[in-house]
């Protein structure tokens, strides 16, 4: 009887097993190539890598750093890599102007920037006969220091003009000589600029109110051919955004600004503290601020004078939808 028994339940779980099909891995190997500027923004990439967020999904990172947002959009409308790190400007630019078929995914921070001025400079207005140093001119940072200046009475191309040095390294040298009388910086940038003598006219934040500047980008039928892939990364960094906004991993998040960013001590914890302010550093699990986001497209109608000065609907350059599917299987 017992030989019976077993020779059924044999067969039977032959049958089912001829029914059931395991699920294909979750988490096959796969290489994203991530497009970056070097500052602290990418705290909670660094943080996913030094907790292995990434590697638990099977994601390898390739970090690749541009040196301005003119290349960066070029490469990632040819598909040089995967996913960009920017202001989400850049990828209204990239729909608007270049026609690329870009979508943003997910958010990031508020800027963290100052207007940062050479020591004779005391007020905006006396940025008249001057030059207004920028990374590209018709898009993101640039286009807040554009509407300052305007507010302050002064005229692009009239009152002073504009200066396309490129990205946050190349404008902080800037500020070192009499031709680069001004321009906007973020951590550790800005700390950087003040201790080679550059002085802060105050924060965009308060100069101009809240604004959605760092986020992910990239184009669209790459998202829709790899939903997964994209789903896993997003997952790994907001668990990295978690991980650098958490107080008590506070001294890590210190390390790896200090190594990656290569930076002192000092720089480091006030690059922290930054990163850490609500409104200006990084969103709670680097979400897409919508408000945020309508600043910086009615921004670009009155500065660019776009869309006939009337900002479109936000829907037409955002998807969220699998930033919503990783939060769900971030762990906390």
């Not at 994601?59 to 541009?66: P, S």
Request: aromatic letters at 8%; one cysteine or more; glycine letters at 10%.
């Amino acid at each position: 009887m017992k030989k019976i028994l077993a020779l059924f339940a044999a067969v039977s779980m032959a049958g089912c097993a001829s029914l059931w099909q395991a699920p294909a891995p979750a988490n096959d190997p796969v290489t994203l190539r991530v497009n970056v500027f070097r500052g602290a923004s990418n705290l909670p990439i660094y943080m996913a890598q030094e907790k292995g967020f990434f590697t638990q999904r099977g994601v390898t990172l390739q970090m690749q750093f541009t040196p301005n947002s003119v290349e960066q959009r070029a490469g990632l409308a040819a598909g040089r890599f995967e996913i960009a790190h920017a202001a989400v400007d850049n990828a209204v630019a990239m729909i608007e102007g270049a026609k690329a078929d870009a979508v943003i995914v997910a958010g990031g921070d508020g800027g963290m920037n100052e207007l940062l001025v050479r020591q004779d400079i005391n007020k905006v207005s006396d940025l008249r006969g001057r030059t207004y140093v920028v990374d590209a001119p018709n898009t993101a940072y640039a286009l807040i220091g554009r509407k300052i200046l305007k507010d302050a009475g002064l005229k692009e191309g009239q009152d002073y003009k504009l200066d396309p040095l490129g990205g946050s390294e190349a404008r902080t040298k800037g500020l070192d000589t009499p031709a680069g009388a001004a321009t906007l910086l973020n951590p550790p940038w800005n700390f950087l600029a003040k201790e080679r003598g550059a002085k802060s006219l105050g924060r965009t934040v308060d100069l101009f109110g809240a604004y959605q500047a760092q986020g992910v980008f990239v184009m669209r039928p790459w998202m829709t051919q790899n939903g997964s892939a994209l789903e896993r990364y997003l997952s790994g960094y907001i668990e990295g955004c978690r991980a650098a906004l958490d107080p008590a991993q506070r001294e890590v998040a210190l390390r790896v600004l200090m190594r990656e960013l290569k930076v002192t001590q000092k720089v480091a914890e006030l690059t922290y503290a930054e990163l850490t302010t609500t409104g200006s550093g990084l969103a709670k699990d680097c979400a897409f601020d919508m408000p945020g986001f309508q600043n910086v497209l009615a921004l670009r109608a009155e500065i660019e004078g776009q869309w006939g000065g009337k900002a479109p609907d936000a829907a037409k350059f955002i998807d969220l939808n699998t930033y919503q599917r990783a939060l769900v299987h971030a762990r906390r």
